[in-house]
């Protein structure tokens, strides 16, 4: 009867089990909101640590907690400009100096073009 039941059908196609006789993982619903005023739930087991952030399920932005604490800034470091990394090599009179002298090369070959 068993040979029967599996004649016909591809190994690993469709699987054959149940629901039936097993209990589930207790399981809570936490709610989130994001900026742009998305509220949705996300099941999560009771033992699990919750996360303070989540991202939406909506837009894709960083969704916080309800009923929970904020989550902590982290300290960043102010981003590192063009600007900066060049004011790490070369002081103001350098960059004047040579900035005048590719303004005399450029102004040299607009007089040989005219």
């Known amino acids: 009867m068993g040979e029967r039941a599996l004649r016909g059908t591809r190994l690993g196609a469709t699987s054959y089990e149940n629901d039936r006789n097993t209990d589930l993982a207790p399981r809570q619903e936490v709610p989130y909101t994001c900026p ?28 916080v907690r309800v009923d929970g604490e904020q989550p902590e800034s982290k300290k960043t470091k102010p981003p590192r400009t063009h600007w900066d990394m060049l004011l790490e090599r070369r002081s103001i009179e350098d960059l004047e100096e040579v900035l005048n002298e590719r303004l005399a090369v450029l102004r040299a070959q607009r007089r040989k073009s005219a």
Not at 42 to 63: D, H, S
């Open 36 to 63: 742009k005023g998305h509220n949705f739930e996300v099941p999560l087991a009771a033992e699990a640590e919750i996360p303070a952030t989540w991202e939406c399920r909506m837009c894709g932005a960083t969704a």
